[in-house]
């Protein structure tokens, strides 16, 4: 029997209550929710839960705080067989929360707290840990653990996964210069990257040593560039979309998985879109995040269609 792949995330959980609505009013005014539902979120801990439902091991680093909201984080992702050993508490701070409103096409408002005293030391990290794992994955809602994390991992060998989104433009260049594969948003790429083109701003991204440069594109897929002159591009999967919800969460964990599987680039970035899809036809984070058994039949589904 195969070892299942262990992989470290580090970085944000947050719990998520979340309102489906029948359209985003013009102006402000009262609406109606369709459908309300309280889930774990985040974008590391989602990541974390994509990989623990295909099959690896996931382990999430993290913070919380000693509340309501942090004990339900952490029975969500238990419950997901994710490793949290590791998701500290700390007293006096609030737990990340998020209310997001999602219309009848899918498209979402996040409205997202982050308590601006949370203690960012990470000290307390078990580093000696990642020269066992086989990749680690990390964000940017914690730069100071994704730093020290990555930092270890690149002297150790062990790649790195960044899921790189809005919100630390002035502390990228220096994370980059640590970071194997740097996946971006296509709002992040265009705010960080100089360029007339998606594929000059990769270019861009590549001058800080990464090995893979990517763009999540939504309904257009995904693009990629690599050291030493590579470059691809697959389309996105065709689904009926309830939420998009972390879906750029659920491609970062897959690619990661299958990046310590040793797929090749193409394959691991069509997975990684056919999990972004299957995740959009759930309301939430998580519930359409698929197993291996779900992923290998919706990629025979597609198969047999074309």
Not at 179 to 188: Q, R, Y
Not at 235 to 264: I, N, R, W
Not at 265 to 282: F, G, I, M, Q, S
Request: overall charge neutral.
């Amino acid at each position: 029997m195969v070892e299942p792949k262990r992989i470290i995330c580090v970085g944000h959980a947050a719990l998520d209550r979340i309102y489906r609505i029948e359209a985003f009013p013009p102006q402000p005014t009262k609406v109606r929710a369709l459908e309300y539902i309280e889930a774990g979120g985040g974008m590391a801990a989602n990541a974390a839960v994509a990989v623990a439902r295909l099959g690896g091991k996931a382990e999430l680093w993290s913070r919380t705080g000693d509340d309501a909201a942090g004990n339900t984080i952490r029975a969500g992702l238990k419950a997901e067989h994710v490793d949290v050993r590791y998701v500290q508490s700390f007293e006096g701070v609030r737990s990340s929360t998020s209310a997001i409103i999602v219309d009848d096409r899918g498209e979402r408002l996040i409205v997202g707290q982050r308590d601006a005293g949370m203690p960012s030391d990470t000290g307390w990290l078990p580093l000696e840990r990642i020269r066992d794992a086989d990749v680690v994955l990390g964000d940017l809602r914690w730069l100071e653990g994704a730093r020290a994390v990555f930092a270890h991992a690149r002297k150790a060998g062990v790649p790195t996964v960044l899921d790189a989104d809005l919100g630390a433009r002035e502390a990228l260049s220096g994370l980059l210069t640590v970071t194997d594969h740097a996946i971006f948003s296509a709002p992040a790429l265009r705010e960080f990257a100089p360029g007339s083109s998606d594929a000059e701003r990769l270019e861009h991204v590549l001058s800080f040593g990464v090995r893979h440069a990517g763009v999540t594109l939504g309904s257009q897929g995904y693009t990629w560039r690599e050291r030493g002159g590579g470059n691809g591009h697959v389309p996105a999967f065709s689904v009926s979309v309830t939420d998009t919800t972390g879906a750029g969460d659920a491609f970062h964990g897959t690619f990661a998985l299958l990046l310590a599987e040793g797929l090749a680039v193409e394959d691991r970035a069509r997975l990684a879109a056919a999990a972004a899809a299957l995740k959009c036809t759930r309301l939430g984070a998580r519930a359409g995040l698929p197993s291996r058994a779900e992923l290998d039949a919706f990629q025979a589904d597609v198969a047999h269609t074309r």
